[in-house]
């Protein structure tokens, strides 16, 4: 017995499964042909795999009839996919609630607010700018041999989205400064087992 | 007839509540997981209640199996996970090993061309098999007896078990290990047989 031996030997059950690769099980049956000690060592896992190949085993009759009986008994299978996409909505909505709920205590609260309807109002501006944009009469209908015009109108539009962003981003900062980081913790804490509930309750059976 | 239908189209129906199409799997399938429920357990009546209860809970979740793959892994992890509980539950309640039936029966064997004594040899060899399987630690029971009893690739035994190939691989060489030692007079016999 030798290192190569080993090697080959480790792979007996592989092979006689059929699970090594088509090249390796190719020289395993070279080496096993060349190899009369790892021939006896293939022959003691056939022997093994021969006694573990015992014939399946008969159910009793009645157990389909019973099998059939119980299902009858029971509600028809679930219609929801696996990766329940409602148990995610209700996961989504609950976070959402969960925020809403937070932000009104807040307000009610008698939280400071001035720094709030400035950026809502930043941003209501900005999307009644873009609207007018593109509104008949603005600037996409000013003609089509205007190159010099439409370029100045996509400028103007690219520079009113940014500050859109900007101004949706000054609001939600506003929004996140607004609380301290327990109180977002506690919210997010709730919303999250409100929404594993909901996502449970939603889920087709398993027991 | 609904036996001469494929899986797939099987399962389709079974999903839209058709009954006699769950039946017709049932049927089809109910001897395999069986027989994993009767290795892992080693007592008819459990391995019943554990495929009774495999079949219910698949047609429950009809849903969430994915269309195209292979019916039997999949019914077959469902009934490995129960006769896991099962196995645990009595693990916390010993009682007389489940194999021993008292009354020194064993379960027929179909061929008769043998002698009496063949047979009885026969059977005393099956029932040395099915305990030296039952004595494993489970994780190697489990995918021995999915590889040998049930025929299913590593590939499969590790989807069906969400684990990694690689620890497949261990596990059923550990197991085979563990055989060879627990059956060595039988293999003695092969080997002269062979």
Known sequence: MNKHCDYWRELIPEYLDGELPARTAGEMARHLGSCPACRRELARWQSLFALLDLPEEEPAPALTAGIMAKLEESAPPSVYPGYRPAGALGLALCLLLALAAGFLGWLWAGAPVPALPKAIGVLFRILDDLWHSFAPGGFIHTGTGEAAGMLQGWAAVAGRVVWLFWAIGETLLVLARSLSAGIWLIMGALGLACGLMLNRAMRPGTR | ?194
């Open chain 2, 1 to 194: 007839m609904v036996l001469d239908r494929p899986d797939a189209q099987l399962i389709g129906l079974s999903r839209q509540g058709d009954r006699e199409a769950f039946a017709g799997l049932v049927t089809r399938y109910q001897q395999k997981v069986f027989t994993v429920a009767l290795r892992l357990l080693q007592d008819r009546e459990e391995a019943r209640d554990v495929t009774q209860e495999a079949f219910i809970r698949a047609y429950r979740n009809l849903s969430r199996f994915h269309t195209g793959a292979a019916f039997s892994p999949w019914i077959c992890a469902i009934a490995v996970n129960l006769a896991r509980d099962c196995w645990r539950r009595r693990q916390r309640e010993p009682g007389p090993f489940p194999g021993d039936d008292g009354d020194g029966s064993l379960p027929d064997v179909p061929d008769d061309r043998y002698s009496p004594e063949k047979i009885w040899a026969a059977k005393e060899k099956r029932q040395a098999v099915q305990r030296a399987v039952a004595a494993l630690p489970w994780d190697y029971r489990v995918t021995v007896t999915l590889r040998h009893f049930q025929n299913m690739s590593y590939e499969e035994i590790a989807r069906s078990l969400g684990l990694p190939l690689n620890t497949v691989k261990t596990r059923l060489r550990r197991g085979r290990l563990m055989l060879q030692k627990e059956l060595a007079p039988w293999l003695a016999g092969e080997e002269g047989n062979g």
